[in-house]
């Protein structure tokens, strides 16, 4: 029992990281109705910048405050990923304005390559660390309750904390402010949103700047588990079930189905894994969202969609 | 001109169409004739696409009976209805844009075509002379609209008027029992109705093909049509001759308001 | 003034409907088959062959595939590459497993279980579309990544997970030097171009057309979507399949699950995209690109770095590579999402009329 809850409760923190890159990709897709396959890309980009920045700005502090450093590269980092977001809908959205979903998919396609070699070129290609000053230990939790209780990570736990500050700020974000009352108007129709006055294109830049953070974000807290290299921009792969499972337009789905995912994986991996020669969580994700599609193809909480003849 | 109205080909018992809570359709009960022009006209959100729908089986009624050719229709998709000699133009045209005019066309003929994949792949023998064979057909559809410069281009680069008659003569390849048409003169000048309502007429008239038609333009319709059926919010308020429909009180009042 | 086709009239349809209805064209194309069949083999040296002339002529077929399904029938794949998986491990398990199978046979039959598994894989095309139906094929990929790396069944219990692939053996005709593993993939490639320029011009090809450009529309007037759906799957992976073998066996002759990665199947994404949806040729076009580009790189950037006196490492030549290949995909869709094929076809217009282009 306890190693159940122990691989569950993992799964769930690991669900948590999912969620938070499927955050990214709901975002956008609300607000542009572009399938942002460079999600992934800018975990890695904003990952490398936040690695490297945190590193050059200790090395000038002389080595003297870890914290201050971070902070500095933290904000560095938020400012590349806007110029990143600017550039992006600059040079390629704004050009793509009405396009069918394949084509622009097909576009954040060739932003990946972009990002992936741009940023391999300014940062380097090399593995990279972030400390941000996570606690690494584990913890043993409910000792009460089970024997030998649960053995929790600490960071883990942190990281889950975040990403469920971040779902919420970024719930207020969209319901109290005036401008996520724009970015939501923009989601239900361009037009329309355009001829009451809402600057589309600077709604596009803000939306991808917020996406941009919610990377930043997802590349420190994978960064300083795993190190920050060249798989991270994979992350995108992995995060996609995630969106078909919750529903394309959905902010609490794309948290409850990187939840499943996360869970599903875990538990597969562990229990269904070792019969069939291990390995499986890679597609294990895909075929539960696959076999979803077939049943409910709008996802847990996305909009049905009715073609009108 | 005199011609000979037959049987009824298509009747329509007690047809209710919701979706979700919005009723589109409210027990509606009408026939149609073989050979005739039957138009269906009304408000806008009146119902009179949803009804074409039901007809050509893109929605599916909750309640109500169907009978084509005296049998009943059970659950349908719009090919099988195709397959049974139903076509129909589209009021937002629906043309294949990255094909051309003689392939949109061409498309019409599928249900007719019978050889298989590996056949054609070759393009060997039956396959081949299948392919010629319905061409020759194709081209009598664009000699009778009138459409021949402009056989092999995209029909994306086609003014409005001609895209409909392409989407017509695609219909018309089919070589349907019953050719359902919405609005086929919407947005065109009095020229092009005129044309269109001429090829409507003749399509009436030589082939033998029944019409079922929704207009908005008053005069076509009181012109061209044999029976007119009349819709509002969902609910039949009346059918019979043009003449009888006009005079109406309950026509006029769904059309001009209450007070008059 | 020389291409024109003032005086060519057609008499009957037969003629009207032939593949290259201008004189010019069916010249050229014949001359340029004849220059690739004859010419080639006797100017290009071992390196050509290998590392330009081989890879392109079979990710032109794999391209030609994908391009049947992306390009004519609308419905986008991202697991092309699983497929040429499929084809590559089910011919060599027909080979190995069946006394006295034919290569041909084989490949052959690697395309057909791979058309199978295309249907498959291809039933969700029935009920969803665009990045849904993208996300189900990437399932299909992932699945078989991890299928030819953990089901030691496939790959004939090799300890070390390659296979390999020796002695091809067409008909008696021992394909060996690369002169004639390129005659041999060039004969495929032109048979299979042929096939497929017969569908696109016949009735599926028009289902598959209508399908991708209304598929409401495509239904009303008769058209089974799921028919020309699975159908597109079916003959697309068959295609596909074909070719994965055909790199397996000829171009790579031992290989791994990761020759067949997810990467391979943006690669091939990318060829269509460049090369031109729904066009047969601008597949060739795609595959010549993708072909050529990385390699004209790699010698461009270290010479035009020394030009600079900067020395440019490997490393940056493939980050260079990526953001190029990225702001080219960019670059089409936004200007020219026809592709190459579309330039072409322009460029061919023009010289239609030229020089009295009114």
Redesign the interface.
Known sequence: MAFFLETLIGGLMAGMLYALVALGFVLIFKASGV?NFAQGAMVLFAALAMARFSEWFNAALGGDSLLLANILAFIASGGVMFVVAWVIER??LR??VN?????L???T??????????G??IFG?EIYAIDVGMPKEPVMMFENLFEGGILINKEDFIAALIAAALVAGLSLFFQKTSTGRALRAVADDHQAALSIGIPLNRIWVIVWCVAGIVALVAGIIWGSKLGVQFSLATVA?RA??VV?LGGLTSVPGAIIGGLIIGVGEKLSEVYLGPY?????E??FA??L??VF??FR?QGLFGEKI??R? | MSKQIGDVILDLQNISLRFGGVKALTDISFNVREHEVRAIIGPNGAGKSSMLNVINGVYHPQDGKIFFRGEERKAMQPHMAAAQGIARTFQNIALFKGMSVLDNIMTGRNLQMKSNLLMQALWWGPARNEELKHRARVEEIIDFLEIQHIRKTPVGRLPYGLQKRVDLGRALAMEPKILLLDEPMAGMNVEEKQDMCRFILDVNDQFGTTIVLIEHDMGVVMDISDRVVVLDYGKKIGDGIPDEVRSSPEVIKAYLGAGH | MIYRENGQFKTSYGADQQIFPIAQDRWAVLAIIAFAFIGVPLLADEYMFRAILIPFLILSLAALGVNLLVGYCGQITLGAGAFMAIGAYAAYNFLIRIDGMPLLGALILGGLTSAAMGILFGIPSLRVRGLYLAVATLAAQFFWDWAFLRIKWFTNDSSSGSVSVSNLDFFGWTIDAPAEKYLFCLGMLVVFGLLAKNMTRASIGRQWMAIRDMDVAAEVIGIRPMWAKLSAFAVSSFFVGVAGAMWGFVHLGSWEPAAFSVDRSFQLLFMVIIGGLGSIVGSFFGAAFIVILPIFLNQMLPALGGLFGVSISTAAVSHAELIIFGVLIVFFLIVEPHGLARLWATSKEKLRLWPFPH
């Open positions: 399938f040079l390629a050009n793509l396009q069918e979903g394949a084509t998919l097909m576009a396609l060739g932003i990946t390559y972009v990002l992936e070699g741009v391999q070129t290609s792969l996609l079930p078909i069939v020669g291990g390995g499986i890679i597609w895909y075929m969202a696959l599609l077939l193809p009715i073609d003849v």
